[in-house]
C-alpha cells in the first residue's frame, strides 16, 4: 500500500522558512512526477510546486523566486524549501505522486503551514 509521510510544516513568521519534506513507501516504481499541492481555508486545492523524474519543474507564480522543490529519486522523497514567507502561505500543504505512466496517483495528509506574526 503506497504511503505518503510529509513533515516540516509549523508556524513561522512573516520572511521566514520552511522546509518541508514527504517520503514514499509501499514500493512504487518509476516515479513520474512528485509536488506540492496547498488548500486555504475557503479556497480551492492549487498546485504549488512539482519536479518529474527527469527534473522538470514547475511552479505557481506566486511562489517563483521563493520556493525551490526537489526530489531524490533514490530515495523516493520530495523537498520543498521555502523562503521568505508571507501570511498568503498560511494553507495545508499536501504531497502528491504520480507514477505508472501518470495513470497512478497519491495523496499525503497534509501538513498545516502557518505565517503569522
Known amino acids: 500500500q503506497v504511503q505518503l509521510v510529509e513533515s516540516g510544516g509549523g508556524l513561522v513568521q512573516p520572511g521566514g522558512s520552511l522546509r518541508l519534506s514527504c517520503a514514499t513507501s509501499g514500493g512504487i516504481f518509476s516515479i513520474n512526477r512528485m509536488g506540492w499541492y496547498r488548500q486555504a481555508p475557503g479556497k480551492q486545492r492549487e498546485l504549488v510546486a512539482d519536479?518529474?523524474?527527469?527534473?522538470?519543474?514547475r511552479y505557481a507564480d506566486s511562489v517563483k523566486g521563493r520556493f525551490t522543490v526537489s526530489g531524490d529519486n533514490a530515495k523516493n522523497t520530495v523537498y520543498l524549501q521555502m523562503n521568505s514567507l508571507k501570511p498568503e502561505d498560511t494553507a495545508v500543504y499536501y504531497c502528491?505522486?504520480?507514477?505508472?505512466?501518470?495513470?497512478?496517483?497519491?495523496w499525503g495528509q497534509g501538513t498545516q503551514v502557518t505565517v503569522s506574526s
Open positions: 519536479v518529474t523524474s527527469g527534473g522538470t519543474t
Open positions: 502528491k505522486v504520480e507514477w505508472g505512466g501518470y495513470q497512478w496517483s497519491s
